[in-house]
């Protein structure tokens, strides 16, 4: 039975969008991965429960973490408490200061779900370059990758 990678983001000004995109393009090649893209408004606690593993993407906005992955967080945290939903994640912040303040906002509530990160999470700087999309890129195929053979 293949495996199944929930992508969710959230983007106003296309940045978060665009390192999405290429994490999604990485999640993509590898071939036993079914790979779920839903913008966080979207997202729901069905699409938590059917993935095997999660990769959020955002800005920071004012040192925190956005409002609309907030809500996403907020309307499945706590519908999930029954389903111990112990899911592999990795993040991808696109950050206009340091990211360090999204970062914890968002390592502090995917451990009380439980889920566990298996990566560090990506920090994206400023304009979006050609060289953050790569290693979003790359993040999306390592954890497709891991989710594929078992790793996670």
């Known amino acids: 039975m293949g495996k199944n990678l929930l992508i969710v983001y959230h983007s106003q000004s296309g940045a978060s969008f665009r390192l999405a995109a290429a994490a999604r393009q990485g999640a993509l090649r590898e071939a036993e991965v079914d790979v779920c893209w839903r913008r966080a408004w979207d997202a729901g606690l069905a699409d938590l429960e059917r993935c095997d593993g999660l990769l959020l993407a955002a800005p920071e906005n004012s040192g925190t973490m956005t409002g609309a992955m907030k809500d996403f967080l907020d309307r499945t945290f706590y519908p999930a408490q029954p389903l111990a939903l112990h899911r592999p994640y990795a993040l991808i912040i696109s950050a206009g200061n340091d990211g360090r303040g999204a970062r914890s906002q968002f390592e502090r509530i995917l ?30 195929e390592t954890l497709a990758a891991g989710l594929a053979l078992g790793i996670f």
């Open 111 to 140: 451990s009380g779900y439980p889920m566990k990160p298996v990566a560090e999470a990506l920090i994206c700087r400023g304009e979006v370059s050609a060289e953050a999309e790569a290693k979003c890129e790359e993040l999306g």
